[in-house]
């Protein structure tokens, strides 16, 4: 069974303190690997698929990198608008060729 | 474009009441999904439509029925809810299924509260 684990469940930064959010996997075989942000209320909002190992996206303060296990998120120099839930979802080769979603890390940037 | 739209995006209803959620995309994509959201949880899928067609059902109760009028169009059709039904129902769209791997796009949501 395919799993999606991201941690930490919950990460307060100050503005301009950069870190990293984790997405683990396990799958058959990774199709690839998706990152969204999520505002209260809201649906998630696409930020970036990656493909294989060694890949990277960058996109304003976010950069994403995929290894054969696991994606991060780095977020450089946060803002408060970067407040939001980050989740993860991953599209295995085989099996179900539905996203498996993460439960998410929730990010609050505090100015 | 990559806007999916939604409506309503709010909705409180009885549960003897029939309601009914509507999505639109105009980006030509061939599948599209229903998913629920609880609070803190993330989105649990109830149903995806490729080429217009129930392409799958995660086992969900009968009291929810979904429709594909066309491929731009897709509604999810509500009738003798329970309290715990009450979330955000989002739908999502992609170029495909198979394959891929394809990136979704989510319209907001409709906020459903069932009293």
């Known amino acids: 069974e395919d799993q999606v684990t991201q941690s930490p469940e919950a990460l307060r930064l100050q503005e301009g303190e950069s870190s990293s959010l984790n997405c683990s996997y396990t799958?058959?075989?990774?199709?690839?690997l998706f990152w969204y942000r999520q505002d209260p209320g809201k649906g998630p909002e696409f930020l970036f698929t990656?493909?294989?190992a060694g890949e990277e996206k960058e996109k304003e303060r976010l950069k994403a990198t995929l290894t054969k296990k696991e994606s991060f998120l780095h977020i450089t120099a946060p803002k408060p608008e970067d407040s939001a839930t980050y989740l993860c979802?991953?599209?295995?080769?085989?099996?179900?060729?539905?996203?498996?979603f993460g439960r998410g890390t929730s990010l609050i940037v505090h100015p | 474009d990559t806007e999916v739209t939604q409506t309503p995006k709010h909705l409180v209803m009885g549960m003897t009441n029939k309601k009914s959620l509507k999505c639109e995309q105009h980006m030509g994509h061939r599948a599209m999904y229903w998913y629920k959201q609880k609070a803190k949880k993330p989105p649990e899928l109830m149903f995806v439509y490729s080429y217009e067609k129930l392409s799958i059902n995660e086992s969900v109760p009968s009291r929810f029925s979904p429709e594909c009028p066309n491929s731009s169009l897709l509604n999810l059709h509500l009738h003798a809810l329970q309290p715990e039904d009450s979330a955000l129902y989002l739908c999502a769209s992609s170029q495909g299924v198979i394959r891929g791997p394809y990136e979704q796009y989510f319209g907001p949501g409709t906020r459903l509260t069932v009293t």
């Open positions: 979802a991953v599209q295995a080769s085989g099996g179900s060729y539905i996203p498996t």
């Open positions: 990656l493909y294989s």
């Open positions: 799958v058959s075989g990774l199709r690839g």
